[in-house]
């Protein structure tokens, strides 16, 4: 699966935005995909991740309450909903799709796409 991520941008604190990953190739439906974002100078971080239906999905406790991950199938396409964003979110965010061990781990993942920078100022 091959993806791109975008709707990045520059916001105020407090607002909210969503991202979108759009995915090629026809297992895109039945795979877990996930998000991570990588803040200048620091590791790429989870951000949560979705399974292929949509019923799990997990964020991280940096993120939890805020953030909501869903998926569309039909487009393709698995989305991140970011409420209140604070300017540690500042980062760039990236998706990929799962493969194997820790779902919070990047290197449990392959097929990362571009990222879309998101940056909150206060």
């Known amino acids: 699966v091959q993806l791109q991520a975008s709707g990045g941008g520059l916001v105020q604190a407090g607002d909210s935005l969503t991202l979108s990953c759009v995915g090629s190739g026809r297992t895109f439906s039945t795979a877990v995909m996930g998000w991570f974002r990588q803040a200048p100078g620091k590791e790429r971080e989870f951000v949560g991740y979705i399974n292929w239906s949509g019923r799990i999905r997990t964020v991280a406790d940096s993120v939890k309450e805020r953030f909501v991950i869903s998926r569309d199938n039909a487009k393709n396409t698995m989305y991140l909903q970011m409420n209140s964003l604070k300017p540690d979110d500042t980062a760039v965010y990236f998706c990929?799709?799962?493969?194997?061990?820790?779902?919070?781990?990047?290197?449990?993942?392959?097929?990362w796409g571009q990222g879309t920078l998101v940056t909150v100022s206060s």
């Open positions: 990929a799709t799962y493969s194997s061990g820790s779902y919070s781990t990047p290197g449990a993942y392959v097929g």
